[in-house]
């Protein structure tokens, strides 16, 4: 397991615990490494952000992960979320359109907040 990997099974596992302080240092640490799995670094530090209720950021690092990698549908998800929390309808509805084309929505999606 080389470097970047383990990188992201810490920040996985200080996410899961709700330790995202030291969950968003790893995920930055990544992003940086301009390397393998920015991507997936860039979606969990906007799930967390949302979570966070810091929107911005959120939106964010799901604009990344997607400018990384355009086949990913979980941060139009995310991005939709955080504009509905901002007041952006019509934005967040269309990034909901986008998650759906690419792929159906699950249980899982919901239950992330």
């Given at each position: ?58 939106i964010r690092h799901s ?51």
């Amino acid at each position: 397991m080389n470097e970047t990997e383990n990188r992201l099974q810490r920040a996985k596992s200080f996410e899961a615990k709700e330790d995202y302080q030291r969950a968003i240092n790893e995920y930055k640490e990544i992003t940086k490494s301009h390397g393998q799995d920015q991507d997936i670094a860039h979606q969990h530090l906007a799930i967390i952000f949302a979570k966070l209720e810091n929107y911005q950021e959120a939106i964010r690092h799901s604009q990344k992960a997607l400018s990384l990698n355009s086949d990913l549908a979980f941060p139009h998800h995310v991005m939709a979320y955080s504009l509905y929390k901002t007041g952006e309808l019509e934005e967040a509805v269309s990034e909901l359109q986008k998650e759906i084309k690419k792929s159906p929505p699950t249980s899982k999606a919901v239950s992330i907040y």
